[in-house]
C-alpha cells in the first residue's frame, strides 16, 4: 500500500519545466528560438520578471510584538494614503504628474527640490519659477492630498 503511494504521489508531482532558450544571427539581426536555429546557436539564461511591486527598494515589516495595528490610525492613514501600483507611479513620476496619495519623496523625483518648504497642520511645498508661475504640493500626514498652481497670463 505504501508503495503505492508513493508510486502515485512521484506521478503526479510537478516538477518545474525547464525549456532553453537560443540567440542566433539571421541576417544582421539577432533572432530568439526555443530550437537552435543554425551553427552559431548560443543558449541564453533568462530570469523571470516580476511585474508590479514597489518602486522604492525597502519593504514594510510590521516589527511590534502585538502583531495588531492600531485601526484608528491605519484607517486615518489609508484615506490620504491610498495604494498607488508601482507601475502607474512610475508612469506618472515620468510623466511630472502627482496624484493623490504620493508621498514626498515622489514629488521630489517628479518634480524636484521645491523652493520652500512650509509646515503646521499641512506641509506646503512651494516650486517657483522664473517667469513668475509657481506650483505648490500638499501634504498631510506625509501624503499628497491637493496640489495647485499660479500661471500669470502673457
Keep these: 500500500m505504501l508503495k503505492r503511494i508513493c508510486v502515485f504521489l512521484l506521478a503526479t508531482a510537478s516538477f518545474p519545466a525547464a525549456s532553453a532558450i537560443y540567440q542566433c544571427e539571421s541576417n544582421g539581426q539577432k533572432v530568439f528560438s526555443d530550437q537552435p536555429c543554425g551553427n552559431d546557436a548560443k543558449s541564453v539564461e533568462v530570469n523571470p520578471v516580476t511585474i508590479g511591486g514597489r518602486l522604492d527598494s525597502g519593504t514594510d515589516v510590521d516589527l511590534g510584538r502585538s502583531g495588531q495595528t492600531k485601526p484608528e490610525r491605519r484607517a486615518k492613514s489609508n484615506e490620504d494614503c491610498p495604494y498607488i501600483n508601482s507601475t502607474d507611479l512610475r508612469r506618472y ?62
Aim: hydrophobic share 30%.
Design 93 to 154: 513620476i515620468i510623466k511630472k504628474t502627482l496624484v493623490k496619495g504620493m508621498k514626498p519623496a515622489d514629488v521630489r523625483k517628479a518634480w524636484g527640490t521645491p523652493s520652500s518648504i512650509s509646515t503646521g497642520r499641512t506641509t506646503q511645498w512651494a516650486y517657483h519659477f522664473d517667469d513668475y508661475s509657481s506650483r505648490y504640493v500638499y501634504f498631510r500626514n506625509g501624503c499628497v492630498t491637493n496640489w495647485n498652481g499660479y500661471f500669470p497670463q502673457d
